[in-house]
């Protein structure tokens, strides 16, 4: 069975530290883009950040850079991340997503396919 | 402020058609290929849409979307209760680099 399952949420002071993890199985896990998706209570999805296969690429969001950093270890079949400076804005439920990008006809194709359950993450002093 | 917009609520009664938009730009529904996902009450997002108008396997065949320009639509036909939930419409955007999400339409099952 495909499954991802996070870990690592809590709660944290206003400028804390937090590592997120996400134990991959069921999938040949070092074949996959991967992302983070947050959802703040009562609000929408917004993509935080990508990785790509073998994590030489990453990518985040304006709100995050500088401050998160996303990574991955194909071995352990986990993907990461950690977060820094945190703000109460951040509070979330932060969601390990798998990836599926390919290029159809010249359009590119991206769209997550399998979701964790999610990991919640408090910021308040 | 979401990238995509979509209706802040949608509702039907039980075998009804039901319809919910989501507009964008040429950055990204005019470019890219739109996702749909849903949400049902106390659980993780599930895709329930990909590629403009694929349905991953399980999900019954009374989902369908379409595109035009940089406006999609997501269509549940045969409206039953357990479909009352979250839908939100995603998309690559060009600009961004990256994928944007609509607001989110909740549906209710009158």
């Known amino acids: 069975e495909v499954q991802l399952v996070e870990s690592g949420g809590g709660l944290v002071q206003p400028g804390g530290s937090l590592r997120l993890s996400c134990a991959a199985s069921?999938?040949?896990?070092?074949?996959?883009?991967m992302t983070w998706v947050r959802q703040a209570p009562g609000k929408g999805l917004e993509w935080v950040a990508n990785?790509?296969?073998?994590?030489?690429?990453?990518y985040y969001v304006d709100s995050v850079k500088g401050r998160f950093t996303i990574s991955r270890d194909n071995a352990k079949n986990s993907l990461y991340l950690q977060m820094n400076s945190l703000r109460a804005e951040d509070r979330a439920i932060y969601y390990c997503?798998?990836?599926?990008?390919?290029?159809?006809?010249?359009?590119?194709?991206?769209?997550?396919?399998?979701w964790g359950k999610g990991t919640t993450v408090a910021v308040s002093s | 402020q979401s990238v995509l917009t979509q209706p802040p609520s949608a509702s039907g009664t039980p075998g009804q058609r039901v319809t919910i938009s989501c507009s964008g730009s040429?950055?990204?529904?005019?470019?890219?290929?739109v996702n749909w996902y849903q949400q049902l009450p106390g659980t993780a997002p599930k895709l329930l849409i990909y590629?403009?108008?694929q349905r991953p396997s399980g999900v019954p065949d009374r989902f369908s979307a379409s595109k035009s320009g940089t406006s999609a639509s997501l269509a549940i036909t045969g409206l039953q209760s357990e479909d009352e939930g979250d839908y939100y419409c995603?998309?690559?955007?060009?600009?961004?680099?990256?994928?944007?999400f609509g607001g989110g339409t909740k549906l209710t099952v009158l």
């Open positions: 995603a998309a690559w955007d060009d600009s961004l680099n990256g994928p944007v």
């Open positions: 990785i790509k296969e073998d994590g030489s690429e990453k």
């Open positions: 040429s950055s990204n529904i005019g470019t890219n290929i």
């Open positions: 590629s403009n108008n």
């Open positions: 997503v798998r990836v599926r990008i390919t290029m159809i006809r010249g359009v590119l194709s991206y769209y997550m396919d399998v």
């Open positions: 069921g999938f040949t896990f070092s074949s996959y883009w």
